[in-house]
């Protein structure tokens, strides 16, 4: 099940919250450098909330797209979802007019296949990012700093964001 809806929910991300029945109470996310960057399924839903509410304000929702290739890794009991989103600035958004920012990123969802008992099987219990890139350039964790916003608005010009603090 967590499959499908992840397919369903990552082309729509700027323009429909996910389904998140598909996520354990105390999922966390954490980047590719082990560290956790929040837990519990409120705060992941807060985070991606507020990155949905922030990015179509600078970004068109009709114009971007946003696809994903997954694979399940039932060895390690893990969903790899590889993402490429192509944002389109809204006209005029502080002269970016025309500057399509190009995140690539790679996704690891662990699944939970313990009894229903224990909290649902099949849940996700963490979400990790393993890579993100902006305009090709590599970032590094953590990535949730307002999801890199000073680099895609041209405001940063290295690969590291500054700050604290969604996306995975």
């Known amino acids: 099940k967590a499959m ?12 429909r919250a996910p389904d998140y029945s598909i996520y354990h109470d105390s999922v966390s996310l954490s980047a590719s450098d082990g560290k956790i960057q929040l ?3 409120s705060s992941y839903k807060n985070a991606f909330g507020m990155m ?4 179509p304000l600078i970004y068109d929702a009709d114009r971007s797209v946003i696809q994903s290739r997954m694979v399940y890794d039932a060895t390690k009991t893990q969903i790899r979802v590889s993402f490429n ?10 002269g970016m007019q025309g500057k399509t920012v190009h995140v690539d990123g790679i996704s690891v969802y662990s699944v939970d296949l313990s009894p229903t008992t224990n909290g649902g099987e099949g849940k996700i219990v963490e979400h990790r990012i393993e890579k993100m ?9 953590p990535y949730f700093n307002a999801f890199g916003m000073e680099m895609m608005a041209g405001q940063q010009q290295g690969g590291t964001l500054a700050g604290a603090g969604a996306w995975s």
């Open 85 to 94: 989103a192509m944002l389109v600035p809204k006209a005029g958004y502080m």
């Open 133 to 141: 890139l902006v305009n090709g350039a590599a970032l590094q964790p």
């Open 39 to 41: 837990s519990k399924l």
């Open 4 to 15: 499908d809806v992840l397919r369903k929910d990552y082309p729509y991300f700027l323009k």
């Open 52 to 55: 949905r509410t922030m990015l």
